[in-house]
């Protein structure tokens, strides 16, 4: 249950013998629509094959697809090898290593592709492909210096590769090369761009991991200063860089002596003009909180604390924002359900109002927070406790 679903009789030895050389008669010879229906059927025979039988065919299979990839066909054949060359990483991972150089040369070139389902794809396999390359320092410069001189789509399929690098293979990368990335992105968290900005803040989150401590104290202290700018799209960017530390590397972030002045920026956020920022602040709050329920369940002041300052939102003008707060409760619940269930007196009163809320996309997500905040599928006591704030349970 949850793993990979494999027909038996692919999972002999030799089981693709018989059925590969039609699939790559058609790759190689067919129209456009048979070779992306021959490449979208070789993705499909590889995902129901075990990694075993695989193995001794990955080489026969990945030569003609790389091939095929780089002459002029039309995008749609393009996209249908690169998923299928994707799903080779994933499953036939170590014998893929003497393709390694053409399939990261393939992966780069696709980036500038001028179909965005070509660029996506070939960034989503050379971030997977990058975990399995020994010197991944070359291909991070490769990818920031195309970044520096890219705009538009291809800028955000470079900054999506990017993100793959730096997830699967970050501990691998040189102090040289960490130190690029994290002086480019930190320059890109204010882009004008949303998109930008939200993936440069992903990625320094990332990397936050592999940084030196005085760069993350440095980098903390420049945050929690620029959050309170006068262009929102810095404000914005400071707060989504600070949210993805949190998510990626809370412990650090939160032991840091800079992260009381971040605390204080974000709470201030919560009163932002602009929701953009409101919502990331809210998100933000509900990481350190999910942190604080696992590292010290038993510090409930605290708690309480972080707590009212995400619920203070619920009745914030923004739907978007009223969804955040339902969802960090939510999340909080699923985490510790005993620790937030203590504090039902602070987020009931609001939760119930929400059920309430004009806005479906609010009361579905209200609903959803009600069942694991107040554990109603754990017992009638559960739901007698809840008809303290909601009233018409049992019906529903």
């Given at each position: 249950?949850?793993?990979?679903?494999?027909?038996?009789?692919l999972?002999?030895?030799?089981?693709?013998?018989?059925?590969?050389?039609?699939?790559?008669?058609?790759?190689?010879?067919?129209?456009?629509?048979?070779?992306?229906?021959?490449?979208?059927?070789?993705?499909?025979?590889?995902?129901l094959?075990?990694?075993?039988?695989?193995?001794?065919?990955?080489?026969?299979?990945?030569?003609?697809?790389?091939?095929?990839?780089g002459?002029?066909?039309p995008?749609?054949?393009?996209?249908?090898?690169?998923?299928?060359?994707?799903?080779?990483?994933?499953?036939?991972?170590?014998?893929?290593?003497?393709?390694?150089?053409?399939?990261?040369?393939?992966?780069?070139?696709?980036?500038?592709?001028?179909?965005?389902?070509?660029?996506?794809?070939?960034?989503?396999?050379?971030?997977?492909?990058?975990?399995l390359?020994?010197?991944?320092?070359?291909?991070?410069?490769?990818?920031?210096?195309?970044?520096?001189?890219?705009?538009?789509?291809?800028?955000e399929?470079?900054?999506?590769?990017?993100?793959?690098?730096?997830?699967?293979?970050?501990?691998?990368?040189?102090?040289?090369?960490?130190?690029?990335?994290?002086?480019?992105?930190?320059?890109?968290?204010?882009?004008?761009?949303?998109?930008?900005?939200?993936f440069?803040?992903?990625?320094?989150?990332?990397?936050?991991?592999?940084?030196?401590?005085?760069?993350?104290?440095d980098?903390?202290?420049?945050?929690?200063?620029?959050a309170?700018?006068?262009?929102?799209?810095?404000?914005?960017?400071?707060?989504?860089?600070?949210?993805?530390?949190?998510r990626?590397?809370?412990?650090?972030?939160?032991?840091?002596?800079?992260?009381?002045?971040?605390?204080?920026?974000?709470?201030?956020n919560?009163?932002?003009?602009?929701?953009?920022?409101?919502?990331?602040?809210?998100?933000?709050?509900?990481?350190?909180?999910?942190?604080?329920?696992?590292?010290?369940?038993?510090?409930?002041?605290?708690?309480?604390?972080?707590?009212?300052?995400?619920?203070?939102?619920?009745?914030?003008?923004?739907?978007?924002?009223?969804?955040?707060?339902?969802?960090?409760?939510?999340?909080?619940?699923?985490?510790?359900?005993?620790?937030?269930?203590?504090?039902?007196?602070?987020?009931?009163?609001?939760l119930a109002?929400?059920?309430?809320?004009?806005?479906?996309?609010?009361?579905?997500?209200?609903?959803?927070?009600?069942?694991?905040?107040?554990?109603?599928?754990?017992?009638?006591?559960?739901?007698?406790?809840?008809?303290?704030?909601?009233?018409?349970?049992?019906?529903?």
């Amino acid at each position: 249950q949850g793993g990979p679903v494999l027909v038996p009789g692919l999972c002999l030895p030799k089981a693709l013998q018989p059925l590969l050389p039609i699939f790559l008669q058609g790759l190689m010879s067919g129209s456009a629509d048979l070779r992306e229906q021959a490449a979208l059927g070789l993705g499909e025979l590889i995902e129901l094959t075990s990694e075993q039988t695989l193995r001794e065919f990955v080489i026969p299979i990945t030569g003609p697809l790389i091939r095929i990839v780089g002459d002029r066909f039309p995008w749609q054949v393009k996209s249908a090898i690169l998923s299928t060359l994707t799903i080779i990483i994933q499953k036939g991972a170590m014998a893929l290593k003497p393709f390694l150089p053409q399939l990261q040369t393939t992966f780069v070139k696709c980036l500038q592709d001028s179909t965005r389902t070509v660029r996506s794809s070939a960034a989503l396999a050379l971030g997977k492909l990058s975990a399995l390359s020994p010197r991944i320092d070359p291909l991070v410069g490769d990818l920031l210096s195309s970044l520096q001189a890219a705009d538009g789509g291809v800028r955000e399929a470079i900054l999506t590769a990017l993100k793959g690098v730096v997830k699967h293979a970050g501990k691998n990368m040189g102090a040289a090369a960490k130190t690029h990335v994290y002086d480019l992105l930190k320059n890109l968290i204010d882009d004008d761009d949303d998109q930008v900005r939200i993936f440069s803040a992903s990625i320094l989150g990332i990397i936050s991991q592999h940084i030196e401590e005085s760069q993350l104290s440095d980098l903390l202290q420049e945050l929690a200063s620029s959050a309170s700018s006068s262009s929102w799209s810095t404000r914005h960017g400071s707060v989504l860089t600070i949210s993805a530390m949190l998510r990626h590397n809370a412990s650090t972030v939160c032991e840091s002596l800079n992260f009381s002045s971040v605390l204080t920026s974000l709470k201030g956020n919560l009163k932002d003009e602009k929701f953009p920022v409101r919502e990331s602040s809210i998100k933000a709050l509900g990481r350190f909180l999910n942190y604080q329920i696992q590292s010290d369940p038993m510090n409930t002041s605290l708690h309480v604390q972080t707590l009212s300052w995400i619920v203070s939102a619920q009745q914030d003008d923004s739907s978007e924002v009223r969804r955040r707060v339902l969802s960090a409760i939510k999340t909080a619940a699923k985490t510790n359900p005993s620790v937030i269930m203590v504090h039902a007196s602070i987020f009931g009163p609001p939760l119930a109002e929400c059920l309430k809320d004009g806005n479906t996309p609010v009361r579905l997500a209200a609903e959803r927070c009600a069942l694991h905040a107040f554990q109603l599928t754990k017992g009638n006591e559960n739901v007698q406790a809840a008809q303290k704030y909601i009233t018409g349970l049992d019906a529903r």
